[in-house]
């Protein structure tokens, strides 16, 4: 079956620094790949996705590519903000009937100023 | 901004009992999803409902648990009779149409089961 294996938080970084949270995956087929995040008391947003190999999916200074072969979908800031303290969730679709979402384990940023 | 809206925000509840918890998807999404989440494991999927069918369900949907869509804004999860394992917080989820991409998530429920 399909499966996403993030790095374990906590991450602790001081503002400005770069962020990088590795993600990779096993899946059948070619999946469509996520990343999502979860500030405190709220759902979960997505931040960014890729639907294919070589694709850079980018957002809110936050970028990924996704790498076919070597399955991963690392996520990276050049220059992380206090506000952007948060879990982040890597996630991939197959696509198949029902198009559910494969959740990583989560990784919990905070940023100190 | 549309949005997915979950209620409650919190409900706790005795072994045993019923719950319902209720989602109102954006207005012109056609698919839905449940997700749920332990604390402190991961997101993991329920179940997807089109066009008034259960569409997939994973291993943990069994038959405790049942999706409708009563009218046509709300979706519903209920929980015939609930376990001290079934406290976790419940996401709703949809989507415009089945390619994979950008199901938008409500806040959740946080469900307490005592």
């Known amino acids: 079956g399909n499966s996403v294996t993030q790095m374990e938080g906590p991450v602790t970084l001081s503002e400005e620094a770069f962020l990088t949270i590795n993600c990779t995956y096993t899946?059948?087929?070619?999946?469509?790949l996520f990343w999502y995040v979860q500030y405190p008391g709220e759902g979960l947003q997505l931040l960014l996705k890729?639907?294919?190999?070589?694709d850079k999916g980018s957002n809110k200074g936050f970028e990924a590519t996704y790498r076919k072969e070597t399955t991963s979908f690392h996520l990276e800031k050049g220059s992380v903000q206090v506000s952007d303290s948060a879990v982040y969730f890597c996630?991939?679709?197959?696509?198949?009937?029902?198009?559910?979402?494969?959740f990583g384990g989560g990784t919990r940023v905070l940023v100190k100023p | 901004e549309p949005e997915v809206t979950q209620t409650p925000s919190h409900q706790v509840t005795q072994m045993g009992q019923e719950v319902i918890l209720r989602c109102v998807p954006i207005?012109?999404?056609?698919?839905f999803y449940w997700y749920r989440q332990i604390l402190g494991q991961k997101v993991e999927f329920l179940v997807s409902?089109?066009?008034?069918?259960?569409?997939?369900k994973s291993e943990i949907f069994d038959d405790q648990f049942s999706v409708e869509r009563p009218d046509g804004s709300n979706f519903t999860l209920k929980i015939r009779s609930t376990k001290l394992e079934d406290s976790a917080m419940y996401f709703c989820?949809?989507?415009?149409?089945?390619?994979?991409?950008?199901?938008?998530f409500g806040p959740g429920t946080r469900l307490t089961v005592t």
């Open positions: 989820a949809s989507s415009v149409d089945n390619s994979p991409y950008e199901q938008y």
């Open positions: 899946a059948t087929g070619y999946p469509s």
């Open positions: 890729a639907t294919k190999a070589d």
């Open positions: 996630a991939l679709s197959d696509g198949a009937a029902g198009n559910k979402l494969t």
């Open positions: 207005s012109n999404h056609l698919y």
């Open positions: 409902f089109y066009n008034n069918e259960i569409s997939e």
